[in-house]
């Protein structure tokens, strides 16, 4: 089993729809995770991170942790044509990384 | 300013031949780190360093070697070993408190 499940899309939304990005883990001794985008031949950036279980917000982005389930979760408010990427979910301090959901906002 | 460079961006490898992609942070980070990417598929964490002169295999070690002389500096060789080395090839660098950043890649082809 693979330590960080994440479903790799392709997913198409419209604009101003909201997106929800999911991973699962499967190795609870790591309990930060973070969300990584990464435009085509790319490096990925970091978007957002957390340490804790519940919600972090920075903008239109929302993380979620639910530690019970071993669920991450990436929201994305009013999505935007420059929000298509693909998007990495990583846990731990080995870094794991998920297989990336590529998204694709339609105007 | 700082950040994480890799180079050559593109690469093009001949069968048998070993070849070395280049890394340097000026980050002072401790440690750092080599993914593979192939299309359409996740990272692949090859090889990682948490300090100068020590380093670990990752999940796919084999075919690659690394070094750690310098902080600075995480050299990649890619050997004739690696039976199927085409593929995207990220650096990473990570600073206290777990937040890893990368580099812009480099694009290694097999010819």
């Known amino acids: 089993q693979k330590e960080v499940e994440q479903d790799p899309g392709p997913l198409s939304v419209p604009e101003g729809a909201i997106v929800s990005l999911n991973c699962t883990y499967s190795?609870?001794?790591?309990?930060?995770f973070m969300w990584y985008r990464q435009y085509s031949r790319k490096g990925p950036e970091l978007l957002m991170y957390t340490y804790s279980s519940g919600n972090k917000e920075d903008g239109r982005f929302t993380a979620q942790v639910d530690k019970s389930s071993k669920y991450i979760s990436l929201f994305i408010r009013d999505s935007q044509p420059s929000d298509s990427a693909t998007y990495l979910c990583a846990q731990g301090r080995y870094m794991r990384f998920g297989a990336g959901t590529r998204l694709t906002v339609k105007p | 300013d700082g950040g994480i460079t890799q180079s050559p961006k593109y690469l093009f490898r001949k069968e048998g031949q070993n070849v070395t992609l280049s890394c340097e942070q000026n980050?002072?980070?401790?440690?750092m780190y080599w993914y593979r990417q192939d299309p359409g598929q996740g990272l692949r964490l090859i090889y990682y360093?948490?300090?100068?002169?020590?380093?670990q295999k990752g999940d796919i070690a084999e075919g690659y070697s690394v070094s750690r002389e310098k902080k600075e500096s995480f050299p990649l060789t890619v050997t004739s070993a690696q039976k199927n080395p085409t593929a995207f090839y990220l650096c990473?660098?990570?600073?206290?408190?777990?937040?890893?950043?990368f580099g812009e890649g480099s694009w290694l082809t097999v010819v």
């Open positions: 190795n609870s001794a790591f309990q930060y």
């Open positions: 990473a660098s990570m600073r206290a408190g777990n937040t890893i950043y």
């Open positions: 360093s948490q300090i100068v002169n020590d380093f």
């Open positions: 980050l002072n980070h401790d440690a």
